[in-house]
Every structure is written in C-alpha cells, then in structure tokens.
C-alpha cells in the first residue's frame, strides 16, 4: 500500500508539469526537494546489502517527475 501511495504521489506532479507547458509555472521549492527525496530513497533501497526493490521502484517516479517538473519550470 505505501509503495502505491508514494508511486501516486510523485505520479501527481503530470497535472504540474501540464500547468508549466501551459504558461502558469508553479514554484520550483517543491517539487527539488521532492527530487532530493525520491534519489536518498532510491538510494538507500539501491546500496543496501540486498536491494530494496519496492523503495527503488516507487521512487524513480519522483526522480523523473521532480526533473521533468524542475525543466518546464524553467522552459519558458
């Protein structure tokens, strides 16, 4: 259930990213530290002794979500 909740959360940044290609940027605070967030998740799942799968998969949504957000921040 938490890996759900956390895929839907940083799959929620789409409505974001559609508000920036439309020419109403929102601030770029929120969706860095969800970036910064989402990689120390990814990595302490990545460099454990045995690979925490579930960690690793529900946060490279929010490392892709966070940059694609940051970059139509700054588009246009």
Request: charged share 5%; hydrophobic share 50%.
């Amino acid at each position: 259930m938490a890996v759900g909740t956390c895929f839907l959360m940083y799959v929620s940044y789409i409505q974001q990213i559609m508000a920036n290609l439309a020419g109403h940027p929102v601030s770029a605070i929120q969706p860095s530290v969800a970036m910064v967030n989402a990689t120390l998740w990814f990595s302490y799942g990545w460099f454990k002794p045995d690979k925490d799968w579930p960690i690793i998969i529900s946060n490279v949504p929010g490392i892709i979500f966070g940059l694609v957000t940051l970059i139509t921040i700054y588009y246009h």
